[in-house]
């Protein structure tokens, strides 16, 4: 009889386990079991010895004695708490999740097998290498799964199951099985029991559910278990009676559910119950991992409620134990504080300012920007941009402090998408024409990248991008819309304007009409890039583009038209002179308002009028449906006093002179 030394004769062990009898087998498993259990050198010297397919045949065989079977299970389950690389290994090189799904799935396998298995599988999906794409997408796993987390089965099992649904539940999808699978009952009765371990498990499943998912929030609102609906028992749950990760987790599923839409804002389930505990989750008498979870889904619950906010920003010292946070060396709770002032300060002036003044949110944003950790980083920039909506901060803090400068270095050394959607998005308001910043941001050579990013492959980086360029051109000097047009390119310009993204096109537009501002400008624009600018508005104006996109393209087309003392442009163009006469009749009076607006400014002129150009007011037929659209709109009384109505009355008063016969 052999006995393990200091360190595991790993040859012995897999020789006996392979050949040895019964007993011998059995103890060579007892003997690997006590070597690997909380020990990951141990662990890995199992795997380089290549006993893991010895240990999974173990496992599988039908000859072994359910003991044997039992300690394999568990020396696998000890495997699985091992290392990032030990688990990847597992996964990937000896794809243990199927074996342990047909274990669990098998009838012929004991309870205390199945739980075994479950618990390895727990510990699989705790980390990122586990195959959880489309894991519920077998639903004959799923059924079983959630017969497996009945009553009747052990608390360890109800456990093990939700929380591998929690992992495995990552998408809309995912959420819609859950959904259809009936789990929303499952889970309300674990919610009631009295016992956390299994109701933490619980709660965090349903908001794993209900996160941004209508359908699924819907459906909590219906449901009810011994009398009290879903939402009055998570309501009772943000209790101080319970224990911190249950209120705040509670409080969380609250937090999904109205920000799916189903409760309102004012639901006092939402004002009066999950804010204020996620508000006094916050103080620093938490747990870090409490605070900064607090904080995060505090930040989300008000981030779009002007109410909320205020509410928030009075309750419970909140803003002193967030600023308290920002001082905390662990980055997570920085974050979060961080995060939770961005949305404190997103629409309300007297808040900003509060923010400002009292707890000196600007120096722990400065800080936040040159913070090594990449998510305190990123918070500081998020928070920046909720501050930079504030003309007022825009004007003074941001200028004290040169907010721009520390902004620029990063947009100018990351390469994070995230981080360049956050810094363009703030980006886009330091470029305000009456932010101080504008100029500095301009001279420092911002154009060339943003002109490079409007070619990005991702679509919120792009908007962001030509958003920033269409703040940067208004009211702009020449030289500066000159650099973004021939930097862009007309060719860039035209794409933009074909986007998918409808969001992008209308800002496209902004872009041209902020360039097509002024006569002299207008001129050096038109003169080079005319025929490709015209052939894009032309084309906007038939696309099956919305009335809003329309409605720019004629505001363009009106911009052109008042300033283009020598080109003629938009007279001498058939095609717009059609689109002009044709949409005065649309039935959307956006259009007829946006044609209306050009042909008013063809008609007002700085310039002499010309009975030989202007004669083709007349043969494009504007001139006759402008004055039938007068005779029908002086006949409706409502539309009397309207825009369309006035600028009717202009334009045919401008325009008698030179077509009496026509305008009666």
């Known amino acids: 009889m052999w006995t393990l030394a200091q360190e595991a004769n790993w040859e012995e062990l897999k020789y006996v386990i392979s050949n040895g009898d019964g007993v011998d087998c059995r ?69 243990v999740v199927p074996y342990l799904l047909k274990e669990i799935v098998s009838k012929n396998n004991s309870k205390k097998c199945v739980e075994t298995c479950l618990s390895t599988l727990r510990s699989i999906f705790e980390h990122p ?8 997408a077998n639903t004959d796993v799923l059924k079983h799964f959630l017969r497996l987390a009945s009553a009747g089965s052990s608390l360890k099992t109800q456990i093990c199951i939700t929380s591998i649904l929690v992992s495995v539940c990552q998408t809309n999808e995912d959420q819609l099985r859950l959904l259809h699978a009936g789990t929303l009952h499952i889970l309300s009765r674990m919610i009631c029991y009295d016992n956390e371990d299994i109701q933490i498990p619980a709660l965090r499943c349903l908001s794993c559910m209900c996160y941004s998912n209508r359908s699924v929030a819907d459906n909590i609102c219906v449901i009810s278990f011994q009398g009290r609906s879903l939402p009055d028992i998570l309501n009772s749950l943000t209790s101080r009676l319970f224990s911190a990760e249950i209120q705040l987790t509670a409080a969380r599923c609250l937090t999904y559910i109205y920000r799916s839409g ?20 916050c103080a620093e008498s938490f747990d870090h991992s409490i605070i900064a979870s607090a904080s995060e889904t505090l930040a989300y619950l008000i981030e779009i409620d002007s109410e909320l906010q205020r509410t928030a920003a009075i309750t419970n010292h909140l803003l002193k134990s967030l600023s308290d946070l920002l001082q905390s060396t662990d980055p997570s709770v920085k974050q979060a504080a961080l995060c939770c002032f961005a949305s404190l300060g997103a629409n309300d002036e007297a808040i900003r300012k509060r923010l400002m003044d009292t707890y000196g949110l600007i120096n722990a944003i400065l800080n936040g920007l040159k ?121 860039r310009i035209l794409e933009l304007v074909n986007d998918t993204d409808t969001r992008i096109v209308m800002k496209t537009l ?51 038209a008042a300033e283009d003392e020598n080109g003629d442009y938009i007279i001498m163009d058939d095609k717009i002179m059609c689109h002009l006469a044709g949409f005065l009749f649309h039935p959307d009076r956006k259009l007829q308002a946006g044609a209306l607006f050009a042909i008013y400014n063809l008609v007002h002129r700085k310039d002499s009028w010309s009975m030989e150009k202007y004669s083709r007011l007349s043969e494009s037929n504007i001139i006759k449906n402008v004055n039938e659209l007068n005779k029908k709109t002086m006949r409706n009384k409502a539309q009397c006093e309207d825009y369309i109505s006035r600028t009717l009355k202009q334009i045919v008063i401008q325009c008698k002179h030179f077509y009496p016969e026509i305008l009666q």
């Open 129 to 136: 290498c586990a195959p959880k794409e489309n894991f519920l």
């Open 262 to 281: 189903t409760l309102p804002s004012t639901d006092n389930r939402i004002s009066q119950k999950a804010l204020p505990t996620l508000a006094r989750l």
């Open 27 to 95: 103890e060579a498993l007892i003997k690997i079991k006590d070597a690997v259990i909380g020990s990951n050198k141990q662990k890995g010297a199992l795997i380089s010895h290549d006993l893991v397919p010895i240990i999974l045949n173990t496992c599988i065989d039908q000859d072994q004695s359910p003991d044997r079977k039992m300690d394999a299970l568990v020396i696998l389950g000890s495997l699985a708490k091992g290392s990032e690389a030990q688990v990847e290994l597992l996964v990937k090189q000896y794809n």
């Open 510 to 560: 902004g872009l041209l009409r902020n360039l097509l501002s002024k006569t002299h400008h207008i001129e050096i624009i038109m003169r080079a890039h005319s025929c490709e600018l015209l052939e894009a508005i032309n084309k906007l104006l038939v696309s099956d583009h919305t009335s809003e996109v329309k409605e720019q393209a004629f505001c363009i087309i009106g911009n052109i």
């Open 371 to 491: 913070d090594s950790n990449s998510q305190v980083k990123l918070s500081a920039i998020r928070c920046l941009h909720s501050l930079s909506r504030s003309v007022q901060q825009l004007r003074t803090t941001f200028q004290d402090y040169t907010i721009w400068e520390p902004l620029m270095g990063i947009f100018a050394t990351e390469t994070s998408i995230e981080f360049l959607i956050a810094v363009t998005s703030t980006i886009c308001n330091l470029l305000l024409e009456f932010s101080p910043s504008k100029e500095p941001i301009i001279n420092a050579g911002i154009v060339d990248r943003l002109c490079q990013y409007t070619m990005h492959a991702d679509p919120a980086l792009r908007l962001n991008s030509i958003w920033a360029l269409m703040n940067m051109s208004f009211q702009s000097e020449i030289y500066v819309k000159t650099d973004i047009i021939n930097t862009l390119g007309t060719k």
